[in-house]
C-alpha cells in the first residue's frame, strides 16, 4: 500500500481528494492537512510515501512546503495538484523537487498512476504540461560554456532530453548515437551530479537551470 497524505486548504476538495484516493486500490490516506505547516508535522508523525500537494495556500505555501518535505524526508515524493498551470507555478514546484504535477481537472486514474510513477522513482505530468515543458527544453539551447559538475556538452544534451521526457532509444535517433552510448553518458552524468534516477535527473536540471 502507498501511504499519502492530502494537503489542500479548500476543505471540500480536501475531503473529496481523501475520499476519492480511499476507493483507490493500494492506496492508504494517512492524513489530511489544511497548509503546509500542517503537512510538515504530519509528514514527520505518519511518514508517508507521497504528498499530494496544493501550491497556493495561506503562511506557508505548497512550493515552500514541498521544499522542506524533500529536505526533511527524502523518502517522501510530492505530487503537486493545483488549478494553476502557468509556467512560474510548474517551475517553482519542480525547482523545490516535486516529481509531478497534475491540475484539478485530473481524473482518478491520473492521480493514481502519478503517485504510482512517483514511488517508482518517475516524473508524471499534466499532458498540457508536459507538451510546454518540451517545448521550453527544445527551445532553449544548453550552453558549452560553465556546465555544472563538471558536465560535458554531450552530457548536457542527454539531461537536456531527458528533461523532456525522452526515452533512451528516442535519444540516441535525435543525437545520432547509439542506445549503449546513451546509457554510457547517462551512467556517466548521474555520477557527476549525484542523482540515482530520472526523475531526480529532471529536478536537478530544472534547479541548475539547464532548462527551465
Not at 16 to 33: E, F, H, N, S
Not at 61 to 68: H, L
Not at 98 to 127: C, H, M, N, S, W
Not at 167 to 173: G, K, R, W
Request: hydrophobic share 45%.
Amino acid at each position: 500500500m502507498t501511504r499519502v497524505i492530502v494537503v489542500d486548504d479548500q476543505t471540500v476538495v480536501r475531503e473529496g481528494l481523501v475520499l476519492l484516493l480511499q476507493l483507490l486500490p493500494d492506496i492508504q490516506v494517512v492524513g489530511a492537512a489544511a497548509g503546509g505547516e500542517e503537512a510538515l508535522r504530519l509528514v514527520a508523525t505518519e511518514r508517508p510515501d507521497v504528498v499530494l500537494m496544493d501550491l497556493r495556500m495561506p503562511k506557508m505555501d505548497g512550493v515552500e512546503a514541498t521544499k522542506r518535505v524533500r529536505a526533511e524526508h527524502p523518502d517522501t515524493q510530492v505530487v503537486v495538484l493545483t488549478t494553476y498551470s502557468d509556467d512560474e507555478s510548474v517551475f517553482a514546484a519542480l525547482r523545490a523537487g516535486a516529481r509531478g504535477y497534475l491540475t484539478k481537472d485530473a481524473r482518478a486514474g491520473e492521480i493514481a498512476e502519478a503517485i504510482a510513477a512517483v514511488q517508482r522513482g518517475e516524473a508524471q505530468f499534466d499532458p498540457a504540461i508536459q507538451r510546454r515543458l518540451a517545448e521550453t527544453v527544445t527551445s532553449r539551447a544548453v550552453s558549452t560554456e560553465g556546465l555544472p559538475d563538471g558536465l560535458t556538452p554531450r552530457e548536457a544534451d542527454v539531461l537536456r532530453l531527458i528533461a523532456e521526457g525522452r526515452s533512451n532509444t528516442e535519444i540516441a535517433s535525435q543525437l545520432v548515437i547509439t542506445e549503449a552510448t546513451v546509457k554510457t553518458h547517462i551512467n556517466n552524468l548521474f555520477a557527476k551530479i549525484g542523482v540515482r534516477d530520472r526523475a531526480q535527473a529532471v529536478t536537478y536540471a530544472f534547479r541548475r537551470g539547464l532548462v527551465g
